[in-house]
Nanobody
Framework: QVQLVESGGGLVQAGGSLRLSCVAS????????MVWYRQAPGKQREWVAQ???????YYSGSVKGRFTISRDDAKNTVYLQMNSLKPDDTGIYYC?????????WGQGTQVTVSS
């Protein structure tokens, strides 16, 4: 089982930026899709962005143009650069991987955007 650990969350004013990190316990990026999800208070978890093993990236409509997902294979780390943050971006952000060995989730990191 792959362990995922997120970090980088915090409190930021609207319009600000944060960069989230997700470190995997072993090298999986060439075989797994890495995904960021978020869950706002009282809402269901929603898909935010993903990067496939070949490197292609995809974004939800609500974050496209503001968020960027990337990875550093040497560091087993996936990033989510979040710019122009809005109060609606508030929530717990989770890192997920899925591939031949199954799926794993991180514990989440809190992002709070104040207006």
């Amino acid at each position: 089982q792959v362990q995922l650990v997120e970090s980088g969350g915090g409190l930021v004013q609207a319009g600000g930026s944060l960069r989230l990190s997700c470190v995997a316990s072993r090298s999986i990026f060439t075989t797994h899709t890495m995904v960021w999800y978020r869950q706002a208070p009282g809402k269901q978890r929603e898909w935010v962005a993903q990067i496939r093993s070949a490197g292609s990236t995809y974004y939800s409509g609500s974050v496209k143009g503001r968020f960027t997902i990337s990875r550093d294979d040497a560091k087993n780390t996936v990033y989510l650069q979040m710019n122009s943050l809005k109060p609606d971006d508030t929530g717990i952000y989770y890192c997920n991987c899925n591939g031949p060995t199954g799926t794993s989730w991180g514990q989440g990191t809190q992002v709070t955007v104040s207006s």
